[in-house]
């Protein structure tokens, strides 16, 4: 069975509304995701530089993430044809892993945990596919990488892009034979 890794925050997880949620508030701002195409967040407005780090170390940031639309129900199909791993990087937030594991058991609980993975260098990681919204992890990655649109790799391009899960789906269910 072929293995799929998947990252968590913009591909399953939105981290970034998030954070434009939470910094709209503290600075009565209007920042859309619309605001970030082709960009960070600290390439929006260099306050973020200052707030990020303590929106990451709220358990509450993480637990309260909403899931990207028709990710559960993909994932779900998906994991009936490949072995999921879900690979998140933690180590620049070490306080996140805890939050994450919770939003995780959460959202997608049909998953096993034991192929919960919270790294810091994607490269270590084996599979034949990873679904990851940033470009510098797919660089460094040995399986097939997939780039899975978010605001800041809107121009982005030498990947496959996936904008959707519906897209990833198809991608990867459209060759699969149905069980009659």
């Known amino acids: 069975m072929k293995r799929i890794a998947i990252d968590m925050d913009e591909v399953m997880a939105h981290f970034s509304a998030?954070?434009?949620?939470?910094?709209?508030?503290d600075y009565k701002e209007k920042y859309t995701s619309e605001h970030l195409?082709?960009?960070?967040l600290v390439e929006l407005d260099t306050r973020f530089e200052e707030k990020i780090g303590n929106y990451l170390?709220?358990?509450?940031?993480?637990?309260?993430?909403?899931?990207?639309?028709?990710?559960?129900?993909?994932?779900?199909?998906l994991s009936e044809h490949y072995e999921i791993y879900i690979v998140t990087a933690a180590m620049d937030f070490p306080a996140s892993m805890a939050p994450k594991y919770e939003w995780l058991k959460k959202h997608f609980g049909f998953l096993n945990e034991r192929n919960f993975v919270f790294c810091g260098d994607?490269?270590?990681?084996?599979?034949?596919?990873?679904?990851?919204?940033?470009p510098s992890n797919l660089a460094t990655f040995s399986g097939e990488g997939i780039l899975?649109?978010?605001?800041?790799?809107?121009n982005v391009t030498g990947y496959t892009r996936l904008n959707s899960w519906l897209e990833v789906e198809e991608y990867f269910l459209s060759a699969v034979p149905v069980a009659h």
């Open 18 to 25: 998030k954070c434009l949620e939470l910094f709209n508030e």
């Open 148 to 154: 899975f649109t978010a605001p800041h790799n809107w």
């Open 122 to 134: 994607k490269s270590i990681i084996q599979a034949d596919y990873l679904i990851d919204d940033t």
């Open 57 to 77: 170390e709220k358990d509450s940031f993480f637990l309260e993430l909403d899931v990207v639309k028709d990710s559960q129900a993909v994932i779900k199909r």
């Open 37 to 40: 195409q082709g960009r960070r």
